[in-house]
Nanobody, 113 residues
């Protein structure tokens, strides 16, 4: 059974940076597309960044494009989300995603003014 464990969340000031990590186990990691989603209070969870199995292609929702960077290390079975120029509206619980429908437990990211 796949297990996805996020880390790296915390409190950061607007304009600051944070790097999230996701460790995968119980999965054929290198064959799976990965991503990061987030859920703010009162809102639906949205997928904000994805990366293909090989790491050759990435995609981002418009609201984070140019600020967030997703990457992966297949040897370590990890995926990362580098978040720069953070905004108040980035505040959410961030979840690691593995294709097609697996999610981690989430890590809180809070951006303060």
């Amino acid at each position: 059974q796949v297990q996805l464990v996020e880390s790296g969340g915390g409190l950061v000031q607007a304009g600051g940076s944070l790097r999230l990590s996701c460790a995968a186990s119980g999965t054929i990691f290198s064959f799976k597309n990965m991503g990061w989603g987030r859920q703010a209070p009162g809102k639906q969870r949205e997928l904000v960044a994805t990366i293909t199995a090989s790491g050759g292609e990435t995609s981002y929702v418009d609201s984070v494009k140019g600020r967030f960077t997703i990457s992966r290390d297949n040897a370590k079975k990890m995926v990362f989300l580098q978040m720069n120029s953070l905004k108040l509206e980035d505040t959410a619980v961030y979840y690691c995603w593995q294709s097609p429908s697996s999610w981690g437990q989430g890590t809180q990211v809070t951006v303060s003014s």
